[in-house]
């Protein structure tokens, strides 16, 4: 990558919602004209479930796989070892505005924590933890947003990381 695309994860224990809220988040971001790249951290191994041929496929063992239409391509390929997130970015198209993770909470990545009171109502607050989202009241140091402010959040994000305006 020739320039550095604005990076921020969003961590959060599991069923906390980050999933559902980046889509909201990414579909905010989309009709304001950016360009988004996930990449979601899958601790555990990927389940493939058999639905199409390039997953039946992929399940038959083939080491490498690409269904590729018009308008979408989709990879599989069997790797020996997680890859260092240095090397996922690299894979990211130079075009894109901003890219979302999802997870990697270990990585040094400027982070939004997402918290619910039904699933741990105690914050992790790990390094470089920007803001948090929550149906709770925190007396934290940190902007702190509810799960319905999306456009909110999309502008923290954009004013944070200082992306500048699509085209």
């Known amino acids: 990558m020739g320039t550095l695309i604005p990076v ?9 919602g980050k999933t559902t809220l980046l889509s909201q988040v990414i579909n905010h971001l989309s009709q304001l004209g950016y360009k988004t790249a996930v990449v979601k951290h899958a ?12 997953e039946r496929l992929y399940q038959a063992g083939a080491d490498f796989v690409m269904a590729s239409s018009p308008e979408l391509a989709i990879t599989y390929c069997r790797q020996e070892q997680e890859l260092d997130f240095s090397e996922i970015l690299k894979q990211i198209p130079e075009d894109i505005d901003l890219i979302i993770v999802e997870g990697f909470k270990n990585e040094p990545l400027d982070k939004i924590e997402v918290l619910r009171q039904e699933i741990d109502p105690v914050p992790m607050l790990l390094p470089k933890t920007r803001a948090l989202i929550t149906d709770i009241n925190m007396p934290v140091d940190l902007p702190v947003f509810s799960f319905s402010q999306c456009a909110e959040i999309t502008d923290f994000i954009l004013r ?4 500048d305006l699509p085209g």
């Open 43 to 54: 601790p555990h191994t990927l389940n493939i479930e058999p639905r199409k041929d390039s």
């Open 8 to 16: 921020i994860s969003f961590v959060g224990r599991h069923n906390s």
């Open 160 to 163: 944070f990381l200082k992306v």
